[in-house]
């Protein structure tokens, strides 16, 4: 057959008969990839064109549905499992498809439809609780943790440096995390402390929308409002909540005004 010339049907259909069931190996699947990314730019492009055309149809958009609802074979997933593994211990492999994920998460079309859908997850509380049933079941597995530990410490460029936990942390206060809040700091006595302040945050003044303000602890003491006195609160948005976490010295003086402003305040 001469180059570009198309095969007949009859022809295509003994391709398809003579390379059904047959498997590639690695190395094949390998030189498969790259003719395929070595094409000319326009024929890529007429091949793309034929995949839109292909899903632009309501009949094979409802058959490619029901064949990948059908559940995988143990040998399938494992052979495809098998070829992402050998794939991805050829760094050019690991870089390219990093690129790729960076471009594409820069497009603004890309971040729409991720938060789209991410916002449609967080909707749905069916789907919220499989999702967490999920995460529970796997992590409880000892199997499952080590092999993410050990794909973690095989591949750090994939991760953040870990961050320090315990005494270990910059943040670190004797653990005091763990002691529990004074009784009468409840439910009840956080919604009185938001109403006080108009349900706006004290620091900017944004005013509370949908998701309640947390209460904030000004001098820090998880035991201060069992002393009867309330001086010691101020609802924060909740950016402004995060922050009051780290660097504490420092809003305690802001907040600290509040003190003296505060016609309640008493010693």
Same mark, same amino acid.
């Given at each position: 057959m001469q180059?570009? %010339?198309?095969?007949? *049907? &009859? $022809?295509k259909? /003994?391709?398809?008969a003579?390379n059904?069931?047959r498997?590639?190996?690695p =190395?094949?699947?390998?030189?498969?990839?790259?003719a395929? %990314?070595?094409k000319? *730019? &326009? $024929?890529?492009? /007429?091949i793309?064109?034929?995949v839109k055309?292909l899903?632009n149809d309501? =009949?094979?958009?409802?058959?490619?549905?029901e064949v990948?609802?059908k559940?995988?074979?143990?040998?399938?997933r494992?052979?495809?499992?098998?070829?992402?593994?050998e794939a991805?211990k050829?760094?050019?492999v690991?870089?390219?498809?990093?690129?790729?994920?960076?471009?594409?998460?820069a497009?603004?079309e890309?971040?729409?439809?991720?938060s789209?859908?991410?916002?449609r997850v967080a909707?749905?509380?069916?789907?919220?609780e499989?999702r967490?049933?999920?995460?529970?079941?796997?992590?409880?597995?000892?199997?499952a943790?080590e092999?993410?530990?050990e794909?973690?410490?095989?591949?750090?460029?994939w991760w953040p440096p870990?961050?320090?936990?315990g005494?270990?942390h910059p943040?670190?206060?004797?653990?005091?995390?763990f002691?529990?809040y004074?009784p009468?700091?409840?439910d009840?006595f956080k919604?009185?402390?938001?109403?006080?302040?108009g349900r706006?945050?004290y620091r900017?003044?944004?005013?509370?929308?949908?998701r309640?303000f947390p209460?904030?602890?000004i001098?820090?003491?998880?035991n201060?409002?069992?002393?009867?006195?309330?001086?010691?609160?101020?609802p924060?948005?909740?950016?402004?909540h995060a922050q009051s976490?780290f660097n504490r010295?420092?809003?305690?003086?802001?907040?600290?005004?509040?003190w003296?402003?505060?016609?309640?305040?008493?010693?």
């Amino acid at each position: 057959m001469q180059k570009g %010339q198309h095969c007949s *049907p &009859e $022809t295509k259909a /003994k391709i398809s008969a003579a390379n059904k069931g047959r498997k590639l190996t690695p =190395e094949q699947n390998i030189k498969f990839v790259e003719a395929m %990314q070595n094409k000319r *730019p &326009e $024929t890529k492009e /007429k091949i793309r064109d034929s995949v839109k055309k292909l899903w632009n149809d309501p =009949e094979y958009r409802n058959h490619m549905s029901e064949v990948h609802k059908k559940p995988l074979s143990p040998k399938h997933r494992e052979n495809m499992i098998a070829g992402i593994k050998e794939a991805y211990k050829r760094p050019e492999v690991i870089a390219k498809k990093t690129a790729q994920n960076r471009a594409n998460l820069a497009k603004p079309e890309v971040k729409a439809k991720l938060s789209h859908a991410s916002k449609r997850v967080a909707a749905d509380p069916i789907e919220k609780e499989r999702r967490r049933e999920r995460t529970i079941k796997r992590w409880q597995d000892p199997n499952a943790r080590e092999k993410q530990r050990e794909m973690m410490d095989a591949n750090p460029q994939w991760w953040p440096p870990r961050t320090p936990s315990g005494e270990d942390h910059p943040n670190w206060k004797g653990g005091v995390a763990f002691f529990p809040y004074c009784p009468k700091f409840n439910d009840a006595f956080k919604e009185h402390i938001r109403e006080k302040f108009g349900r706006k945050c004290y620091r900017c003044g944004t005013p509370e929308k949908g998701r309640k303000f947390p209460v904030h602890h000004i001098d820090y003491n998880k035991n201060s409002i069992c002393n009867g006195k309330e001086w010691a609160f101020v609802p924060l948005c909740h950016s402004h909540h995060a922050q009051s976490n780290f660097n504490r010295w420092y809003w305690f003086n802001l907040l600290i005004n509040y003190w003296v402003m505060n016609p309640d305040f008493i010693l």
